[in-house]
């Protein structure tokens, strides 16, 4: 088959690659429809190569057609369309029952102290094989898939995978109260789609912060009160600007969409830089014990969030050394909720709202549909946020 493989930094290509097999009992395989291209899937193509390996195949947002089923997954039969979590879980284990499948006790990579295994990204996740790929293996398929309808175009339902999931995770972790307000750091797929959530979810002001004209233009579009980081000398004015609209508090609740790969801090990105360009085996241990990240939108998220607010990470963060203003965080009284999004304990949530009315907007959320054959084109287009991607589906 023909997959997506990342060969180092800045460059992947479409190689031909063994079709994947039915290995376990709970194993199926599916025919992938469409896939998707994420940010976190940058990091791997920018910041977290000590972590790779040539060869290894990228991806984790699929939707696509059950080809074989393996015994031990009786809900499964070929011929479903399915959509497939990034995470890996078994549904059975305490992590899973208590609704935090991305820390599966089953699928933990125990051998690096990580949680749950995800499709392609990295050793530290079990190094397993993604699916921006014609086929992909699925372990754990008796709970993982979710089984979507015939009909809809993928558009409607693969977002559940990852984009629909976090951007829903985010919300829920701010904890808005209703009427109340939030700011949304990051306009990126997931920043967007976290707009959207919190103003279905009954947000009275939802405040979008970004640099990138087309995804300021796309969230005014839908209301979001936008704010051109550009137009400000410092994030200081910024946050004096969003804190004059909040009675001088600071918003509710800040969600931090953006991650490591902000802007600011020469000296952090220089730091990941020369990890990155190390030979892999001084390369990883150096990003496991030393690594920085490049904090400067979880910085602003920090002094603009009101006095006892929530601020919710969905941004990717690595580091193990990073320097946090403590004394703020504890003199504000804020609470802070991360991590991974646990994709099935919000599914049954977010599908009522995958409907003809589409009230999320997403059956036009993707701004470019390419075959899987132009994949390399498609990661240096959206590392550079040009001709305005904001999310890019493949077909294989």
């Known amino acids: 088959m023909r997959a997506v493989t990342w060969q180092g930094k800045r460059d992947v290509r479409v190689e031909n690659v063994p079709d994947p097999e039915i290995q376990e009992p709970t194993d199926a395989v599916i025919r992938v429809t469409s896939t998707g291209l994420c940010g976190s899937d940058l990091h791997l193509y920018e910041v977290l190569t000590p972590f790779m390996t040539p060869g290894d195949i990228l991806g984790h947002e699929p939707i696509g057609i059950v080809e074989e089923v393996g015994a031990g997954v009786p809900d499964l039969q070929a011929g479903d369309r399915v959509v497939v979590p990034f995470q890996i879980a078994c549904g059975n284990c ?26 392609g990204y990295t050793r530290l996740y079990g190094a397993v094989p993604g699916a921006q790929a014609e086929y992909l293996r699925v372990p754990q398929a008796q709970y993982g898939p979710i089984k979507v309808p015939e ?6 339902f693969v977002y559940l995978s990852d984009v629909l999931p976090t951007a829903w995770q985010a919300v829920a972790y701010a904890d808005v109260p209703q009427g109340g307000s939030i700011a949304v750091l990051g306009l990126g797929p997931i920043g967007d789609m976290a707009c959207r959530v919190a103003q279905v979810k009954g947000a009275g002001r939802v405040f979008g912060v970004d640099l990138v004209p087309e995804r300021l233009d ?31 508090r600071g918003p509710d609740a800040v969600i931090d969409a953006v991650g490591t790969e902000a802007h600011g801090s020469a000296a952090a990105k220089l730091a990941q830089q020369a990890s990155a360009m190390l030979p892999r085996k001084l390369g990883g241990p150096l990003a496991e014990r030393f690594s920085v990240d490049r904090l400067a939108a979880l910085y602003t998220a920090i002094d603009l969030v009101r006095r006892g607010g929530t601020i919710s990470l969905s941004g ?23 991590g991974q999004a646990n994709v099935r304990r919000w599914t049954d949530d977010i599908i009522p709202y995958l409907t003809d009315e589409d009230p999320l907007g997403v059956e036009d959320f993707a701004t470019h549909r390419v075959p899987l054959s132009q994949a390399p084109h498609a990661y240096e287009m959206f590392q550079r946020k040009q001709d305005g991607a904001v999310k890019v589906l493949m077909q294989p």
């Not at 006790?105 to 499709?119: D, I, K, N, P, R």
């Not at 946090?324 to 909720?337: A, N, V």
């Open 316 to 338: 990717v963060y690595g580091g193990m050394a990073d320097p946090l203003p403590m004394l703020t965080l504890f003199d504000k009284q804020i609470q802070m909720r991360m």
């Open 218 to 248: 796309r969230a005014r579009s839908r209301g979001v009160e936008t704010y051109d980081l550009r137009s400000f000398d410092n994030e200081k004015e910024l946050v004096a600007a969003i804190r004059d609209e909040t009675d001088g």
């Open 151 to 156: 009909g809809p175009p993928d558009d409607r």
């Open 94 to 119: 305490w992590m899973c029952l208590t609704g935090l499948p991305t820390q599966c006790e089953t699928t933990q990579v125990h051998s690096e102290g990580m949680g749950a295994a995800l499709f």
